[in-house]
């Protein structure tokens, strides 16, 4: 098999895997109760507190689920990264 032939196959299954992989990324559902207790989580072990404290709701924009535990305000966007807001923000 030609040298051409081999590297331009090896770079195409390349891309359809990297390509695959990042479009499947983006289809998996976000999981409410999954999100709410992984935050609270977090919340717990740097604040304190109870994992009571802490409600959840879904929005759309670059944010889709927003955490609220007692003063702190965490949103979680389409990839799971969750950032603190500050209280102006909310």
């Given at each position: 098999?030609?040298?051409?032939?081999l590297?331009?196959t090896?770079?195409?299954?390349l891309?359809?895997g990297?390509?695959?992989f990042w479009?499947?990324q983006?289809?998996?559902?976000?999981?409410?109760?999954?999100i709410?207790?992984?935050?609270?989580?977090?919340y717990?072990?740097?604040?304190?507190?109870?994992?009571?404290?802490?409600i959840?709701?879904?929005?759309a924009?670059?944010?889709?689920f927003?955490?609220?535990?007692?003063?702190m305000?965490?949103h979680?966007d389409?990839?799971g990264?969750v950032?603190?807001?500050?209280?102006n923000?909310?």
């Amino acid at each position: 098999m030609p040298r051409s032939v081999l590297i331009t196959t090896s770079v195409l299954v390349l891309l359809a895997g990297v390509a695959g992989f990042w479009l499947g990324q983006r289809q998996v559902a976000p999981d409410a109760t999954g999100i709410i207790n992984a935050v609270a989580a977090r919340y717990i072990a740097e604040h304190g507190g109870l994992a009571a404290d802490c409600i959840g709701w879904q929005e759309a924009g670059a944010a889709i689920f927003h955490v609220r535990c007692g003063d702190m305000s965490y949103h979680v966007d389409h990839f799971g990264i969750v950032s603190v807001a500050s209280e102006n923000d909310i």
